[in-house]
C-alpha cells in the first residue's frame, strides 16, 4: 500500500512520536510510507530512512491556497491507497482537500479530550462527511468530543496508541544517593498545568515532606519565562530542575523514582505508557485517559487540584519498596497487553484494509 501520513506538526508531543513510529513500522512492512507536516520545524523524524518528509507550508491561512495546491500535488504523484491524518488542524484540512480530489480511503485521528473551542467542534461535524472512518485515542477522549457535538456515536471510535516496547524498558540500577527523583515530561504549555504541580510542591514543602526530594522537568514551550518566575515565586527553586528539551527519556524514566502528569487535559498520554513500560511508579491527574492506562496501578488524582495531587505523591513515596516493584512489573504487563505498537500496527492494518 501507498500510506500518506499527513499531521499537523512534527514537535516533541506524544501524537508527533506515535505518527513516526507508526510509519516506521509501516515502511518496515513494506508498505511505500510519507509524512506530510503543515507547520513548526521537525524535531522528531521516523528512522527509517525511505521515508520521505514533506512540508506543507501552512503557518498562516493566507498560505491555505499554496498548502493546498502543494498537498493535492502530492496525491496525485503518491497515489495513496491510505490518507492518514493526525491531530485537529491536519484533519480538517485533509477533510477539506477531499473536495475535489481523488483519495481512496481518508481516516482522521483526534488525539486530545479537548480539540479546541467551538469554532474547531463546529468545523469537525460540517466536515464529518468527508473522512471515511474517525477515531481518538481514549474512550474518555472520544466521549468528550462526542459530548460537544463535534462527532456522534456512529462516526467516532476509539483506537489506542501503542509504543515501541523495545525502546521503554525496565533497567534500573542502584541509585548512588539518597536523593529521590520525580521527574514530569512535556511542553510548558496550559494543557500541561505545571503551575498545579508547582503548587503541589509548595504544600509538601511546606508539610516538609520532600526533605531529600527534587522534581526535575523534561521540555521547552512558551511559557518557560512565567514558570520560571513561579518556581522562585512559590520558593522551590531548590526543589524544581527544569532540564530543557531532552532526547533521553527512556534512561530519564529509568533513573526516576516516580513520574508525576499534572495535566489539566490529554488524550491518551504516551509518557505515562512510557513510565509504565519502564516500571516507573505514576501519579497523574483524570485528565484524560489516564485512567483506562493506570488501570489499578498507579495513583490517579483530580484534575487542577494541587492539594489532592500533593496528598497522591505523598501517598506514593509512603509506599515500601515491594508494592513499588510489584506495581512496576503489573503497569508492564498492562501495557504489554493493551498499548503495545505492534497491537496499535496490526489494527491500523486492519482498518486501511477494510473495504
Not at 24 to 48: C, F, W
Not at 193 to 204: E, G, S, T, V
Amino acid at each position: 500500500m501507498n500510506i500518506l501520513y499527513v499531521i499537523t506538526s512534527l514537535g516533541l508531543g506524544g501524537a508527533e512520536k506515535v505518527v513516526c513510529d507508526l510509519a516506521d513500522q509501516m515502511s518496515n512492512l513494506g508498505h511505500r510510507v510519507i509524512i506530510a507536516y503543515l507547520t513548526g520545524e521537525i524535531l522528531v523524524r521516523p528512522k527509517n530512512l525511505n521515508i520521505d518528509i514533506v512540508f506543507l507550508e501552512l503557518n498562516s491561512l493566507s498560505q491555505l491556497y499554496s498548502s493546498s495546491r502543494k498537498y493535492r500535488n502530492l496525491i496525485q504523484d503518491f497515489e495513496p491507497d491510505i490518507v492518514h491524518a493526525h491531530m485537529v488542524h491536519a484533519n480538517i484540512f485533509s477533510r477539506l482537500n477531499r473536495i475535489g480530489c481523488k483519495i481512496p480511503k481518508l481516516i482522521c485521528t483526534a488525539h486530545n479530550s479537548n480539540e479546541g473551542g467551538k469554532l474547531r467542534m463546529i468545523a469537525y461535524r460540517l466536515t464529518n462527511f468527508l473522512s471515511d472512518f474517525n477515531s481518538n485515542v481514549s474512550q474518555e477522549a472520544t466521549e468528550s468530543l462526542i459530548s460537544k457535538g463535534a462527532f456522534n456515536k456512529n462516526n467516532l471510535t476509539t483506537v489506542y496508541n501503542g509504543i515501541d516496547l523495545s525502546k521503554f524498558k525496565s533497567l534500573k540500577t542502584d541509585k548512588k544517593n539518597k536523593e529521590i527523583m520525580i521527574l514530569s515530561v512535556g511542553r510548558f504549555n496550559e494543557q500541561k498545568d505545571y503551575p498545579n504541580l508547582f503548587r503541589a510542591i509548595k504544600i509538601l514543602k511546606d508539610n516538609n515532606v520532600i526533605e531529600n526530594v527534587k522534581f526535575y522537568i523534561a521540555g521547552e514551550g512558551h511559557l518557560r519565562s512565567q514558570l520560571e518566575q513561579l518556581i522562585v515565586d512559590l520558593g522551590i527553586s531548590d526543589s524544581v530542575v527544569l532540564l530543557g528539551r531532552r532526547s533521553d527519556i527512556p534512561s530519564l524514566l529509568n533513573k526516576a523514582d516516580y513520574f508525576v502528569l499534572p495535566s489539566r487535559h490529554e488524550g491518551l498520554p504516551t509518557v505515562v505508557i512510557e513510565a509504565m513500560a519502564c516500571e516507573t511508579f505514576v501519579v497523574a491527574t483524570d485528565c484524560g485517559g489516564s485512567a483506562e492506562i493506570l488501570g489499578e496501578t498507579g495513583v490517579l488524582v483530580p484534575i487542577e487540584n494541587s492539594e489532592a495531587l500533593a496528598k497522591g505523591l505523598e501517598q506514593a513515596m509512603k509506599l515500601t519498596e515491594d508494592q513499588i516493584r510489584k506495581n512496576g512489573k503489573l503497569a508492564r504487563k498492562r501495557v504489554e497487553a493493551l498499548f503495545s505498537l505492534e497491537a496499535s500496527v496490526n489494527k491500523w492494518l486492519a482498518l486501511y484494509e477494510a473495504k
